[in-house]
């Protein structure tokens, strides 16, 4: 089983900055893909930006310029800076990871992260 728990949600002014992070645990497991999704009250849950082990991301459009993730292998952590914040950017952020074990590829969710923008 791998373990995957976000950090660094909170409340911010618009036009400011959070940064979350997102770590995945656990024995026997490498990373594939991570990425941060959000969802809204009322809305369906979106992809924000992803990346891979090998540091290929894919960014939302509505977060390009503003938002940045990275990946640390060794530590199976992932971080997203959101900068410029809005309050449309307002919604639980939840971590994913796409990992493989014993030859096949699993995913797992973390519980969310709440992320509040006011204006």
């Known amino acids: 089983q791998v373990q995957v728990v976000e950090s660094g949600g909170g409340l911010v002014q618009a036009g400011g900055s959070l940064r979350l992070s997102c770590a995945a645990s656990?024995?026997?497991?490498?990373?594939?893909?991570m990425g941060w999704y959000r969802q809204a009250p009322g809305n369906q849950r979106e992809l924000v930006a992803s990346i891979t082990s090998g540091g290929s991301n894919n960014y939302a459009d509505s977060v390009k310029d503003r938002f940045t993730v990275s990946v640390d292998n060794a530590k199976n952590t992932m971080a997203l800076q959101m900068n410029s914040l809005r309050p449309e950017d307002t919604a639980v952020y939840y971590c994913?990871?796409?990992?493989?074990?014993?030859?096949?590829?699993?995913?797992?969710w973390g519980q969310g992260t709440q992320v509040t923008v006011s204006s």
């Open positions: 994913r990871a796409e990992v493989f074990r014993g030859g096949y590829k699993f995913q797992y």
């Open positions: 656990g024995i026997g497991f490498s990373i594939d893909t």
